[in-house]
């Protein structure tokens, strides 16, 4: 069986610089592709790298498709090599979308032969089948964001750390907690960015917090594994790996070393979503699924994939569509037909 392949580039604009200890991030760029198979039925899928996790750049990411002939084959599809983990993801989704009705032939409804399936973006959240942490900005912006997004429906707050003085965080960290009403879950994400000892005041502040704080994601580099490790065992607050485990490869690395406290996954820079479902089924990880903040195409690849591995009571980080404009999702169509 043979495939026809299409591929675009597009980029998108954040409504803000999202601003994390890796830096500010201002513009998504990612690859849309189709397939279309001998029957006509369309596949959609989406390739987002994030290098600075792990993932394939961008341009080797266009690179592997400039070099692909149109008609590609499933073997092709399945022999993406794992140094291009988000190939492997857009590749396999578009495949996987192909006449199930997902992205394919089931759900043309208005629209035409290669438009591109946009579907109720972004649906309100409490339409979704799973709950949903939104991602606050870094900062005492934090502190007058949280409520909007409270009225939305949101319960689970991610906050960014690690891009100001620590003293600085810590005082609007506990104006932020004391603030939250009582049912509320606060997320740290310091992406890296603290010393040990700074990770551990973190999470000795976290701990006067039991019942709001979840979790402090990615405090130390990724070569800190064992210090993460130990500090695991240290203090109530969990901690979740992201970086550390942003490949299927990491994954499997991180488990064989011991790590049994959360795994944050990122389903469209991990790699392969048939061997990312074998391994959290075999292994019943605790995991956090969380967004790479991708177009309509790859969130649906993504949120399918959490709807079947996360864990019930674990939000998924996709509450970003406040920093993403609205519009541009009809925006992919055009640029889908234009370019
Ligand atoms: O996980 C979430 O709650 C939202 C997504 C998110 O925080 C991130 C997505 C991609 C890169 C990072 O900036 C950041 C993260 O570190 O988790
Ligand atoms: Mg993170």
């Not at 596949?43 to 990411?61: D, K, M, N, R, V």
């Not at 394919?104 to 709950?131: E, M, S, V």
């Not at 999470?203 to 979840?214: H, Q, R, V, W, Y």
């Not at 967004?291 to 864990?311: D, M, N, P, W």
Request: aromatic share 12%; with cysteine.
């Amino acid at each position: 069986m043979t495939y026809r392949f299409e591929f675009r580039l597009i980029a998108r604009k954040f409504l803000r610089s999202l601003t994390t200890s890796h830096g500010n991030w201002d513009i998504r760029e990612s690859i849309i592709l189709r397939l279309i198979d001998a029957a006509g039925r369309e596949g959609w899928g989406e390739i987002p790298p994030i290098s600075w996790f792990g993932s394939e750049t961008l341009p080797q990411a266009l690179d592997f498709c400039h070099q692909l002939p149109q008609e590609i084959t499933q073997e092709i599809i399945f022999s993406i090599p794992d140094a291009l983990p988000a190939c492997q993801f857009g590749f396999e989704s578009a495949w996987e979308g192909l006449g199930t009705g997902d992205w394919g032939q089931g759900d043309k409804g208005t629209r035409g032969q290669g438009d591109i399936p946009i579907t109720n973006y972004p649906l309100p959240i409490t339409h979704y089948p799973l709950p949903i942490s939104a991602l606050l900005p870094a900062g005492e912006a934090a502190l007058n964001t949280w409520q909007k997004l409270w009225e939305e429906g949101y319960r689970t707050f991610k906050w960014k750390i690690a891009v100001d003085a620590i003293a600085n965080e810590l005082k609007i960290f506990h104006l932020l907690i004391d603030s939250l009403p009582a049912s509320t879950k606060l997320r740290l994400d310091a992406n890296a960015g603290l010393s040990y000892q700074e990770a551990e005041l973190w999470l000795e502040n976290g701990d006067k917090f039991p019942e709001k704080m979840e979790f402090l994601e990615q405090p130390l580099a990724v070569t800190e594994f064992e210090a993460m490790l130990q500090l695991s065992n240290r203090y109530q607050t969990a901690i979740a790996l992201d970086e550390s485990v942003a490949t299927l490869s990491q994954l499997h690395a991180a488990y064989q070393q011991g790590w049994r406290d959360i795994f944050v996954i990122k389903p469209a820079i991990a790699g392969s979503p048939s061997r990312l479902r074998q391994f959290c089924k075999q292994h019943n990880i605790d995991a956090v699924f969380s967004s790479v903040f991708e177009t309509a195409i790859g969130r649906y690849a993504a949120l399918k994939l959490a709807a079947e591995l996360s864990q019930p009571n674990r939000a998924v980080g996709f509450g970003i569509n406040h920093l993403l404009k609205k519009e541009e999702e009809t925006w992919l169509q055009r640029l889908w037909q234009n370019l």
